[in-house]
């Protein structure tokens, strides 16, 4: 079966602007997560969304929005970019929260940000 | 608060070799402790997994992982490696009180096999 999609796969903003990106899970996938990926800081969560709702959040200012749709599909959201998001978000899908071993990440949306 | 660490950023093995990443971690409460692998381009697969019981856990690809609670520990080990394990490794942990879903990530380590 399909794996984790993510689109775009590469993406060049600018400051100040907003993006969205998104993330359809495997079939039968409710639980979506996303983190972002940076040299610096590795790998951090970002959110978690099971059945339309966020169930968790991580550290991120508030400029990190997401949503999850009756689909399972999700997106999230950047506000007012800044050169620091420059990073690759990975979006992971599993049957529902917490199940690492039906876990799987799809191949990431790498923002530029100049 | 909960943390993992990967000490070494890049680990060098000769083909064939065995191959030890390691990681620590300092959590609150029983861990669970998982190892994932990122091929160049690619996302993370899951590798392998501890949550009770067998101190030894046995994974993908031949790796296995040792966990030790005294040390904190969770070395990633494979007795022989192969070229085709050059990659980047991230040790993770999910602790039980926190939200399900929820990994702290270590910085990665960059395992480079040569032949």
């Known amino acids: 079966k399909a794996g984790v999609t993510q689109t775009p796969r590469y993406l060049i903003k600018t400051r100040g602007q907003q993006v969205t990106l998104s993330c359809s899970p495997i079939s039968g996938h409710r639980s ?36 999850q749709f009756s689909n399972s599909r999700s997106e999230m959201n950047v506000s007012t970019l800044e050169l620091g998001d420059s990073a690759l978000y990975l979006c992971a899908s599993s049957l529902v929260p917490g199940d690492q071993e039906t876990q799987y990440f799809g191949p990431g949306t790498r923002l530029l940000v100049l | ?67 030790n609670k005294s040390q904190t520990s969770f070395h990633l080990k494979k ?8 990659a980047l490794y991230f040790c993770a942990v999910r602790y039980t009180g926190g939200s399900q879903g929820n990994l702290i990530f270590g910085k990665g380590t960059k395992l480079s096999v040569k032949p």
């Open chain 2, 79 to 86: 007795p022989s490696a192969l070229v085709s394990d050059s």
């Open chain 1, 32 to 67: 979506v997560s996303w983190y972002q990926q940076t040299p610096g800081q590795g790998l951090q969560f970002l959110f978690e969304y099971f059945s339309e709702t966020q169930r968790n959040k991580g550290n991120f200012p508030g400029r990190f929005s997401g949503r």
């Open chain 2, 1 to 67: 608060a909960q943390s993992v660490a990967q000490p070494e950023d890049q680990v060098n093995v000769a083909e064939g070799n065995p191959l030890t990443v390691k990681c620590t971690y300092s959590v609150s409460g029983n861990p669970y402790l998982f190892w994932y692998v990122q091929y160049p381009n690619r996302g993370l697969q899951f590798l392998l997994k501890y949550i009770t019981g067998d101190n030894l856990v046995k994974g993908s690809y031949g790796f296995e992982a040792e966990f």
